[in-house]
């Protein structure tokens, strides 16, 4: 059996570029590198702890309602690129139904 995280994952990620924001003290603006029904792989402005449980703000776009989608999510792994970028993988953490209807709605849009 792999250890791949690819090999790992229960739901289909789609390659998408979609703004995000992380309530922290400071505010941590980024955008999306693939999401899922599960979480997301993230480009990040500043360092996330792994291990941490953050709220965070999806701008999905065509959303008719004109809402982010709003979650919890903890920090599975992060790292710093050779580039000084930072990337994280986040699992969500029970997205409202709402929320999780958006979530379903846009990524289905993306095949």
Do not use: C
């Not at 924001?21 to 702890?49: N, P, R, Y």
């Amino acid at each position: 059996m792999s250890d791949r995280p690819e090999d790992r994952r229960v739901h289909r990620r789609v390659n998408a570029k979609v703004p995000v924001k992380i309530s922290t003290g400071d505010g941590i603006e980024g955008t999306t590198q693939d999401l899922s029904e599960g979480g997301m792989g993230v480009v990040v402005s500043s360092a996330v702890e792994k291990g941490k449980t953050l709220e965070i703000f999806i701008d999905v776009p065509h959303d008719l309602e004109g809402k982010q989608i709003k979650t919890m999510a903890t920090v599975m792994w992060s790292a710093q690129t050779d580039s000084g970028a930072y990337v994280a993988g986040l699992k969500f953490d029970g997205p409202s139904p709402d929320s999780m209807a958006r979530l379903r709605k846009f990524l289905d849009s993306q095949d």
